[in-house]
């Protein structure tokens, strides 16, 4: 009996032996793609690109460092929170003295806010919930009128702010202006998907309600448009609601506003406002209308994208173009300002496709947020993988170049070629990209998945190198979504069975943020 159990253990362990081999060449083969791949500061960028550049210190100080990775507010929290939206402080305010970061989530059918400093994102300023819907979009809209003009005022003194106004606000249901003078400060004004816009303080005492306007559907986008002074609120109807100030000196006038209807027939949601040289582009389903201010007309409209579950998601101007994007596509457009002319393409699964194995990307890659800033497009995707690609004046010979742009017209080319795919993810789509600023120091802390670092410490894996910060002003890049990833610690398989939803040890779906210094002069810690 004993050589027969001797020789089935002997087979047992023959067979795991050969199932361990199988699986490392296994692993060993998706992995193969990242080994012609460099790693710095957190990035993974092709081989050749990365010997060329290493020599130029411009291009090392190009390349965001991450300085923070880890959950919004404490990972013990049962309840669970899901990302919308969010927006920061507005850095040419003069009457912003801390550039704050409002976050809003979801959580048990509520819109709940999280008050965050982008200097120490770790800890939670303040939270309160701002709606009983959904909060679908925010967007900060400066002080109404000079600061010259205004006194400023304890609030805690203020009899207009105790607690049986509030509650008596709540009872009414109906708009109530708590006192002007407030709209002479800074706001975060925020779209509900009841039909809500609510309106709160961005300096003192955020989570009293100041006012709030109730619009025929559900609020899809709001964007403060500062060369015209002019807030624009977009609505599920095909609606937007212009907003503007009262007389000089006396704040928004939230009870009288333009109301313009987009297309003919059936209503299409308002996805997308943004501002592009003299006028405001806006997005409604697939088209694109240009509206004019202030004399509120439409001087052309565009269509983009076919078929009628086409929805234009992201329009990001910069230069003499725009950056688009759709819903459930894998392709970013750059359109020339003037013309609407297309200038060039850049599809997302293609950058990704060195590492969608290793990263186990195993669904369709979409476009899930984008933002331009400092000669760098970031995109994050639905898969949770964040890309930057240099942006770059380019020949109309050149080959990235689909069509030759206007005359007119001094586009910034995306280099393909370039891109680099960050090793900090999330779990699901990245909901949103922004850059925010605050008072820095001269030192960062560093954690992963929540976990601290040594500041300016060296990580040896893959080459990794962290940078002290030198400016006081120090802005960042800000990512937000559900989980964190960290794809240079984990196989493909672990990652795709993160992404199935099963729960790994170390891992939640709590809201997380990942962060990176964008401020500019560095040095590397040796």
Request: include cysteine; proline fraction near 5%; charge should be negative.
């Amino acid at each position: 009996a004993r050589d027969v159990d001797c020789t089935i253990s002997s087979g047992i362990n023959a067979e795991y032996g050969d199932f361990k081999e199988d699986n490392k060449n296994r692993l060993a083969k998706k992995r193969a793609p990242m080994l012609s791949r460099h790693f710095i500061q957190g990035w993974s960028l092709p081989h050749d690109v990365a010997q060329q550049s290493l020599s130029d210190m411009d291009f090392i100080q190009s390349i965001p460092a991450p300085i923070y990775c880890g959950p919004l507010g404490s990972l013990d929290n049962e309840r669970k929170s899901l990302v919308r939206c969010c927006a920061t402080a507005d850095e040419d305010d003069p009457l912003t003295t801390r550039y704050m970061t409002w976050v809003c989530c979801e959580r048990e059918g509520q819109g709940e806010v999280f008050v965050v400093d982008p200097a120490n994102p770790t800890e939670i300023k303040h939270t309160f919930t701002a709606t009983k819907s959904s909060i679908i979009c925010i967007s900060y809209v400066p002080a109404a009128s000079p600061p010259l003009e205004l006194e400023m005022v304890n609030l805690n003194q203020d009899p207009m702010l105790s607690d049986s106004d509030n509650e008596s606000f709540e009872e009414c249901g109906e708009i109530n202006i708590m006192q002007d003078l407030f709209l002479h400060k800074p706001t975060f004004w925020m779209g509900t998907q009841s039909g809500f816009v609510v309106i709160h303080s961005a300096v003192e005492q955020c989570d009293t309600l100041l006012n709030r306007v109730r619009l025929k559907d559900s609020v899809l986008e709001i964007r403060y448009v500062k060369k015209h002074d002019s807030v624009l609120v977009g609505c599920a109807d095909s609606s937007v609601a212009i907003f503007s100030k009262k007389r000089a000196g006396e704040g928004w006038d939230v009870d009288n506003y333009k109301t313009v209807i987009l297309g003919k027939g059936v209503p299409l949601p308002v996805s997308v406002i943004t501002a592009v040289e003299e006028n405001v582009w806006i997005a409604y389903g697939g088209n694109i209308a240009i509206l004019t201010l202030p004399n509120v007309s439409i001087q052309d409209n565009h269509v983009f994208a076919e078929g009628d579950r086409s929805l234009v998601t992201h329009m990001v101007p910069v230069g003499h173009g725009v950056w688009v994007a759709c819903r459930f596509n894998s392709v970013l457009t750059l359109l020339d300002c003037q013309t609407l002319q297309p200038l060039q393409q850049v599809n997302m699964e293609e950058v990704l496709k060195p590492v969608s194995t290793s990263y186990g990307f195993t669904t369709l890659i979409r476009v899930s947020a984008v933002l331009c800033y400092n000669n760098l497009l970031w995109i994050g995707t639905s898969q949770g993988a964040m890309v930057t690609i240099p942006l770059k004046s380019l020949s109309p010979s050149s080959t990235y170049v689909t069509e030759p742009p206007p005359d007119h017209s001094v586009p910034m080319f995306a280099v393909r070629d370039e891109a680099r795919i960050s090793l900090h993810g999330h779990q699901g789509a990245v909901r949103y990209i922004i850059v925010a600023k605050y008072n820095g120091e001269d030192h960062v802390t560093c954690s992963t998945g929540g976990r601290k670092q040594s500041n300016a410490s060296t990580n040896s894996s893959g080459g990794d190198v962290l940078l002290r910060r030198r400016s006081a002003c120090t802005r960042i890049v800000l990512s937000g979504g559900e989980g964190y990833i960290s794809y240079r610690d984990m196989d493909a398989g672990t990652l795709s069975t993160i992404r199935r939803g099963r729960i790994i040890r170390g891992f939640t779906d709590h809201c997380h943020m990942i962060a990176w210094d964008v401020s500019g002069p560095r040095t590397i810690v040796n």
